[in-house]
Structure formats: structure tokens, C-alpha cells
Antibody
């Protein structure tokens, strides 16, 4: 049973960088694609991007210039960085584990608010 | 943002059957990519409900069923129960995005 836990600031100022970390337990980092998904308040889900244990990444084209996902296999963690944030980036951010296109495991989610 | 289309809400009385549609295009569902469904209870993270169009993970009641045809998919809930009141999201892969695409989400209300 894979467990995922997001951590990071809940408040980020406009134009600054959003940084979140997901700690993985109960599973091997080589087994899944590690993926970030977000959900603005009252809205649907949006795939941000993913990383495989080889280090290969794939990003949503709508965010590609602003998003970076990295993996630290020694710490069993993967991270999200989103630069130049605006109020439109306010959302609950989920870290997830994806296998063959299926999101098998979700973190509990963390609300990040962009506000001065 | 490219999204699959779902009705904003559906409702039914306890015991009734409700269905939720998920409409895509030739670059996602219509291209042959599988559809998965997730249930999101109030205040919680989504949870896998149906995978590979019509398969239920262990522990999901057989009241939930999924199907796919052409550029669309459907989720059916038979014998609706109060605990089924939640948001439901479909998900597939989009070849134009080279990534995952979600539905707009449907709120199920048990009358």
C-alpha cells in the first residue's frame, strides 16, 4: 500500500515560486510514474506533469514553461516547482502514483493560496 | 485547458439508477485510450472507482459499472445509496497533450 504525503507552504505571493514535496512510503520509486495534479476551488482536476524513476519528465503544455518536477530517490520524495504564480494557480495540489495510465494512489492534497 | 465533458450534476432517489456521461474527442477516448473514473467524497481526495473502462478495483461495490463507446464513456450507479453522494471525475489520455485529461466533474445528489 503506497502512501503519499504533500508538504510545503500554504500561502505563496504572486510572481513567486510555488514549491511542494511529496513523501512516498510503502512503495518503490521505480514502480510508478509520480504525478502532480491540482484542483482549483470548486473546479475540476488538471494534470500538471509526471516523472519516472529514470528521470524522464512530461509536462502539461499549458504550464510547460513554468513547471519542474524532480525526484530524489534517496529520500523517496518527488517535488513540484511552479514559477511566476498568479491567483489562477490557487488550488489543492495532489501528488499521485500512476501505473499504466491509472491513478492508483493519491495524497490527501494540500491547499496552496496565491495572495499578497 | 482541454477537458472531457461531463454533466455538472445528476440526481436520483435511493435505489434508483443514474448514469454519468463523459464525452471526449478523436485525440483521447476516440483514439482508443482507456477511461478511468474517480469518486471524490466531500473534503477528500479522489479515489479510483473504475479502471480500464469497465473494471472495478477490489472493494468497489458492483453497483458501479463503466462502459465506453466511440468518443464517449459512461458510469452507471444502480441501487443509489446516500453514501454515493459525491463528485465523479472521468480521466483518459490525450495524444495532443501527451498527458492525462480529466472530465469537468459531475456532482451526484441523492434525493
Amino acid at each position: 500500500q503506497v502512501r503519499l504525503q504533500e508538504s510545503g507552504p500554504g500561502l505563496v505571493k504572486p510572481s513567486e515560486t510555488l514549491s511542494l514535496t511529496c513523501t512516498v512510503s510503502g512503495g518503490s520509486v521505480s514502480d510508478y510514474y509520480w504525478t502532480w495534479i491540482r484542483q482549483p476551488p470548486g473546479k475540476g482536476l488538471e494534470w500538471l506533469g509526471d516523472i519516472f524513476y529514470s528521470g524522464s519528465t512530461n509536462y502539461n503544455p499549458s504550464l510547460k514553461s513554468r513547471v519542474t518536477i524532480s525526484l530524489d530517490t534517496s529520500q523517496n520524495q518527488f517535488s513540484l516547482m511552479l514559477t511566476s504564480v498568479t491567483a489562477a494557480d490557487t488550488a489543492v495540489y495532489y501528488c499521485t502514483a500512476v501505473l499504466r495510465g491509472v491513478i492508483d494512489y493519491w495524497g490527501q492534497g494540500t491547499l496552496v493560496t496565491v495572495s499578497s | 485547458q482541454s477537458m472531457l465533458r461531463q454533466p455538472p450534476s445528476v440526481s436520483g432517489a435511493p435505489g434508483q439508477r443514474v448514469t454519468i456521461s463523459c464525452t471526449g474527442s478523436s485525440s483521447d477516448i476516440g483514439a482508443g485510450y482507456d477511461v478511468n473514473w474517480y469518486q471524490q467524497l466531500p473534503g477528500a481526495a479522489p479515489k479510483l472507482l473504475i479502471y480500464g473502462n469497465s473494471n472495478r478495483p477490489s472493494g468497489v461495490p458492483d453497483r458501479f459499472s463503466g462502459s465506453k463507446s466511440g468518443t464517449s464513456a459512461s458510469l452507471a450507479i444502480t441501487g443509489l445509496q446516500a453514501e454515493d453522494e459525491a463528485d465523479y471525475h472521468c480521466q483518459s489520455y490525450d495524444s495532443r497533450l501527451s498527458g492525462y485529461v480529466f472530465g469537468t466533474g459531475t456532482k451526484v445528489t441523492v434525493l
